[in-house]
């Protein structure tokens, strides 16, 4: 997506404001410009005016005019400030809630795609570089040319014979603004890269620090961060030492430009065709011609600058989500059966590296299945599946005896609750996140899920009970609460299908049991998934799936298993190991 | 350029001091900051004296020039030109000045800024685990990105040119006295106006843009943690919940923002306006000077520009206070960071390679034998006794909190010989990880006594303890890098042939042959290429090469399935074998061959014996192992 089409989306009801900036711009730049005009009039006409008729009206008409100048230029630069903020903010807002919406519809798949670090930077850094940028374009983009072209008519108008110093003076400018660009910019990026490596590496060493301590390689560390750290400083001097030249010459150019409109133009006094207001107004004119031309190459920088934000936030609003709710979707899901018919899974999509192959399963409503399998089986995929959090890249997945595409997806996900391997709680108190779940949950039933998930006990030690604040992540909780609270959380939900992935692999095994037990009681029409890394919390369920590389390789009971699959067999005595 | 406002309106707090300690720093380049100093004040009085000279070019040559031409007479420029030609060689002079001024600024702030990012970095490396603890990543990183920047912005620019500011302001008030002293009392008379009016903007934009942090605060806090969950968010259909709160979090970002940002851009228009009413003013005054006679053409066109390059500044000066707050408030938090007291390190007894002689003793040796011991230097009588190392590790009635106020560890007895693995269970929260982090000192003990193979480890220097200890942490923690140089980190001279072998002591070297580059595939991101139990296994890997002859394991398994679990214990086994070996696992099945199992509730020990004692206590271990058939 190009910079303009952002821009058009996201203006909305900014439009106006981001339209009238340029209009006061204007305004201001032509009040500016024709102050010097009457500063040359005043000296020129109204002060010999004065001196011949000794009556000083004219000064004072032509500084009166001046002064009203000031002010309406003032006036108009106040609208400015107040319009392209307004503006500026307004688009930045929109744009972030574009990006924010937009986001909220990704599916998985389009999460996987960028990392969770990446959208935020997209959502806070880079929305605030564009919207700078266009705070920017609307004061400067109209402005600079303007101040450019209205400055050069009157110098023209006042003596044209002078403007030829200009047309030595800007095509140098031009030219050496353009090559000291040219040259800047890649060595301004190998110095990002500099710099981007020496941050993730101070960041590992305060995720490592243990690591480093442990080992004592704090000397080694030193060592290779002041390396790192000498790269940065000498791409930053390579960069900058380019840069530096900028000021001197633009110094040098309006110094030897108004050197020579001192030399021409004292040439035209003496010869009678020119006055000395016309000279000092022509002085301030150059003036303003290089430094618009200075300030529209700043512009020029800020837009090449946040290109890479551009981008980076197309790339978000261009993505598309690859999982949406049917036309005329089913609302109803009749029961928690679940059937896999054929199912194959690959998560690009591509039949040849697939993560599931082939898998037929049939799970009755209501019951409890265990599911088995080593790193990397592919078990948090499969049920992945059910709630659509991912297609399937072939076969059918039937839940309540109807397609998964078939549901309107918050209508299924509202019927499949899942607690996920990686989960998180939000800032809040306790009950604001239990409430996640059901948010007209009254007080009973809130403790109702609490207590089946062990989670009660607990959440009441506390001083402030369900009411407890958990800070960001949930960082007041130990692991094993956390994960009682995202269990009791998913309770809430009343589903037809509860997904358990591996979800009490820091509760101790007595809390488990008991949690499977509540759950057993509490639930019995539900149908349950639970992924566990111990035999022992699968042992008891109606079915186990023993799962390996992707394939099914077995579907029984306990027993069953224990007699005829061999994986089984090596993982329960793998944990048996010892036991006389 | 758009004005730019101040970022964050944080305030030093003790801004003298902080000062006080940025200019000792910055007098390691004293000489070429007074060169600088030089360079300015050249540049600067070239501009104004330039300005100024318009008033001998209209006077002096042009006007009596103009007259002789009325009169007819034979014009000579010659003169003229020369004039010319030595304001034009000034002007050269400035520049040049100018040039050299940002040339050797923008060295001195790269190179302080280097120095200070490596004596940062130094400093933190060692500081206490204890630090880190307490602070976030985030907060740490920020010295290092944010208030280095603010720093840089200030030495780089807002310190020469508030330095030229102020040169600025104080020259061309020369000039103007020296042209006409009434009208220079005139812009004078408006001075305090001005001065007025930025102070009150500037505390208007001050506090604006304080709200606008805050609001942006509380925006990115949101961003963030909706988008870490986003999968939650959506397996619990709560985007619509989602959307609301930002679209109200984020309107409040604009009200802010555009608050904020009108008052920062407002300076401009006012400044500049202003800047011209005192050019017209003065205009007005001295053309009436001029019909008077109590003044020429040439002081007044002189004077108009004068007064801008004295009232410019006055608003430049005002920008440049807020970025060297910010800086100082940068600096001030850079310096906290550099003033944390290090880990402390009392200890005398050192590691040394040693040998046996004929008679059995220990003697020191430079060569690598592959034997070490212990040199202890005894301070009553001067004599020194060597002990073999061999990783005997003894806890006397250990007493530990994190803070005074809170006891972890009660009371804790225990004993470990070469050859034993010590196993500790419980919950989370129970001690265990506290006992490890004791052995190591990352945390010193309150009460009781921790030996080493005797010593009391607290006599032993830190470093050489930590060598002499491998450990296996719960997060693994890679660096960037390839697989090998991962692996290299426990041992830094290894051999790529030493590397292999630590590889396969951890049933690593199968799936690390099979990455894309085998050993040399590059991990990235704490390895975030690899699956949490790969990892794993290059971390054991890692501490496997270092041949340490106390191993620590840490959940070091806690994600690696039962049977990959089965096969590294083999190799482990071939490792462990005679080391002494602590192992915490929640899992019961990692620690059931240990020869000593502590189970630990609150910091108290309350069982211990090998698997088969403790299942005929029948205590709480009993209970945790046969929770797992409770249910069959």
């Given amino acids: 997506m190009k910079f303009t089409q952002i821009l058009k989306n996201c203006t909305g009801e900014y439009k106006k404001h981001l339209i009238l900036c340029p209009v006061a711009m204007i305004g201001e730049v032509a009040m500016e410009t024709t102050i010097p005009l009457m500063t040359a009039t005043l000296i020129d ?161 305060l995720i490592g620090i243990r690591v480093v301590k442990a080992f004592v390689r704090a000397r080694h560390e030193k060592e290779k961060f002041a390396a790192s750290a000498d790269e940065v400083t000498a791409a930053q001097r390579a960069a900058e030492k380019v840069v530096l030249w900028n000021g001197p010459i633009m110094t040098i150019l309006m110094n030897c430009s108004v050197v020579a409109v001192l030399w021409l133009g004292g040439k035209m006094i003496v010869g009678g065709e020119m006055d000395f207001g016309t000279l000092t107004a022509f002085i301030t004119y150059i003036t303003q011609i290089l430094m618009s ?184 909780v130990s692991g094993g609460q956390k994960q009682r609270l995202c269990i009791a959380r998913a309770l809430l939900k009343k589903p037809k299908i509860m997904i358990l992935d591996d979800a009490t692999s820091a509760v101790d095994t007595a809390t488990d049991a008991r949690i499977r037990q509540a759950l057993r009681t509490q639930m019995p029409d539900t149908t349950k998934l639970i992924i566990a890394q111990r035999i022992a919390s699968v042992m008891d369920a109606d079915h186990i799936l023993v799962l390996d590389e992707g394939r099914i390789m077995d579907f029984g009971t306990h027993e069953e298993l224990m007699q005829r699959s061999e994986i089984y067999r090596e993982v329960y005595t793998s944990q048996q190991k010892g036991v006389a | ?150 720093l840089r912005e200030f030495l780089s620019q807002a310190f020469p040119q508030a330095v030229s500011s102020a040169l600025s302001i104080l020259l061309s008030l020369a000039f103007m006295l020296n042209l006409n002293i009434w009208m220079t009392l005139l812009v004078l008379a408006l001075t305090p106006l001005m001065f007025k009016i930025t102070a009150t903007i ?32 959506q397996v619990f259909c709560h985007e619509e919940k989602s959307i609301d709160v930002f679209t109200g979090k984020n309107e409040d970002v604009r009200v802010a923002g555009t608050r904020a940002n009108t008052f920062a851009s407002m300076l401009w228009p006012i400044m500049g306006n202003l800047g011209h009413a005192i050019y017209v003013l003065v205009a007005l005054v001295g053309s009436i000077f001029i019909v008077n006679h109590s003044a020429t053409l040439g002081t007044l066109i002189a004077f108009l520009p004068l007064t801008g390059q004295f009232s410019r500044p006055i608003s ?157 942490l719960q997060d693994t923690h890679l660096f960037t890098g390839t697989v090998r140089e991962n692996i290299r980190y426990g041992k830094l001279d290894a051999t790529d042939e030493e590397i292999r072998r630590a590889a396969k002591i951890a049933n690593a070297d199968f799936f690390i042959r099979h990455l894309p580059q085998g050993y040399d595939t590059m991990l990235t991101g704490d390895g975030a290429n690899l699956s949490q139990g790969q990892r794993q296994l290059i971390a054991i890997a890692r501490a496997a090469v270092a041949d340490p002859p106390v191993l620590i394991l840490d959940e070091a398994t806690s994600s690696i399935d039962t049977r990959t679990e089965a096969l590294i214990e083999k190799g482990m086994d071939g490792l462990m074998k005679g080391r002494t070996v602590f192992v915490i696992a929640h899992r019961l099945s990692t620690v059931r061959n240990s020869q000593a199992i502590m189970v630990l509730e609150n910091g108290v020990i309350i069982e211990r014996g090998n698997h088969e004692q403790l299942l005929e206590q029948k205590g709480k271990y009993y209970q945790l192992y046969t929770g797992m058939f409770e249910l069959s």
Wanted: charged share 20%; glycine share 8%; with cysteine.
């Fill in chain 1, 45 to 205: 006409k109204a002060i010999p005016h004065s001196q011949e008729t000794g009556e000083i009206s004219q000064v004072l008409l032509y500084g009166g005019i001046m002064l009203a100048m000031a002010l309406i230029s003032m006036a108009f630069g106040f609208m400015g400030s107040y319009l392209s903020s307004k503006g500026a903010l307004g688009f930045g807002r929109n744009l972030r809630q574009a990006l924010f919406e937009k986001i909220q519809r990704f599916s998985f798949k389009n999460i996987d795609r960028f990392s969770t670090a990446s959208l935020v930077t997209r959502l806070t850094t880079d929305v605030n570089q564009v919207q700078s940028v266009v705070m920017m374009l609307v004061r400067m983009a109209v402005r600079s040319p303007i101040m450019f072209i209205m400055a050069l008519i009157w110098a023209l108008r006042l003596q044209p014979a002078l403007v030829t110093v200009l047309a030595v003076s800007v095509p140098l400018l031009a030219i050496a603004v353009v090559v000291i660009m040219r040259m800047a910019f890649p060595r301004f990026q190998v110095m990002m890269k500099k710099y981007d490596g020496l941050n993730s590496s101070i960041q590992e060493n």
């Fill in chain 1, 293 to 476: 031309l200075m300030m529209f190459s700043f512009l020029f920088v800020g837009l090449v600058l946040s290109r890479a934000s551009i981008a980076r936030i197309s790339e978000v609003l261009e993505e598309q989500p690859d999982i949406v709710s049917p036309d005329g979707a089913q609302n109803d899901v009749r029961d928690g059966s679940i059937v896999f018919d054929h199912v194959n899974f690959s998560y690009q999509g591509n039949p040849d590296n697939l993560v599931l192959t082939d898998v037929n399963l049939s799970i009755r409503s209501g019951e409890t299945v265990g599911i088995i399998g080593g790193t990397g089986s592919a078990k948090t995929t499969l049920v992945s599946l059910i709630p659509r959090l991912y297609d399937v890249t072939s076969g059918r997945l039937l839940v309540g005896g109807k397609d998964v595409r078939e549901y309107d997806i918050h209508a299924l996900r509202d019927q499949v609750s899942m607690v996920l391997q990686k989960n998180v709680l939000f800032s809040g108190t306790i009950r604001d996140n239990l409430r996640w779940g059901d948010e007209n949950a009254t007080d009973e039933e809130i403790t109702a899920a609490c207590q089946a998930a062990a989670a009660d006990e607990f959440i009441r030690s506390f001083p402030d009970g369900y009411d407890t604040d958990l800070g960001q992540g949930g960082v007041n």
């Fill in chain 2, 1 to 150: 350029m758009p004005p730019r406002g101040p970022k964050a309106m944080a305030k030093p707090k003790n801004a003298k001091n902080t000062l006080r300690r940025l200019i000792r720093y910055l007098g390691r380049s004293k000489r070429q900051l007074i060169l600088v100093f030089c360079c300015i004040l050249i540049s600067t009085a070239a501009t104004t004296a330039g300005t100024f000279l318009l008033k001998p070019a209209v006077d002096g040559y042009l006007t009596p020039l103009v007259e002789q031409a009325s009169q007819n007479l034979k014009v000579d420029l010659t003169p003229y030109l020369s004039f010319l030609l030595l304001l034009l060689a000034m002007y050269l002079a400035g520049a040049a000045a100018q040039f050299l001024s940002n040339r050797i600024m923008m060295m001195v702030s790269t190179g302080t800024l280097n120095h200070l990012r490596k004596e940062m970095f130094d400093h933190m490396e060692d500081l206490p685990i204890r630090y880190f603890d307490q602070r976030t990543h985030g907060e740490i990183m920020s010295r290092y990105t944010n208030d280095t920047d603010t």
């Fill in chain 2, 202 to 233: 500037g505390k208007k934009s001050g506090a604006s843009f304080a709200a606008q942090q805050k609001a942006v605060g509380a925006l990115n806090g949101y961003i963030e943690e909706t988008i870490e969950g986003q999968r939650v968010v």
């Fill in chain 2, 316 to 472: 430049n000066l005002s920008q440049q206070f807020s970025i060297i707050l910010q800086a100082l408030a940068g600096a001030e938090r850079i310096f906290e960071l550099m003033d944390e007291p290090v880990e402390e390190d009392q200890g005398y007894v050192k590691l040394v390679r040693c040998r046996k002689d004929e008679d059995g003793n220990i003697v020191e040796t430079p060569e690598r034998t592959g034997m070490w011991a212990w040199k202890h230097p005894h301070k009553a009588d001067g004599t020194v006794t060597y002990t073999e190392l061999r990783g005997d590790v003894v806890f006397e009635h250990v007493n530990f909190g994190y803070v005074p106020e809170k006891t972890v560890l009660h009371d804790v007895s225990l004993y470990a010989k070469p050859g034993q693995k010590i196993a500790f269970v419980g919950s989370t929260g129970a001690g265990k990880t506290t006992i490890t982090n004791l052995i190591n000192r990352f945390y010193d003990i309150q009460d009781g006594k921790i030996r080493y193979d005797g010593i009391n480890i607290e006599k032993i220097k830190k470093d050489d303890l930590r060598r002499s200890l491998g450990m296996v």
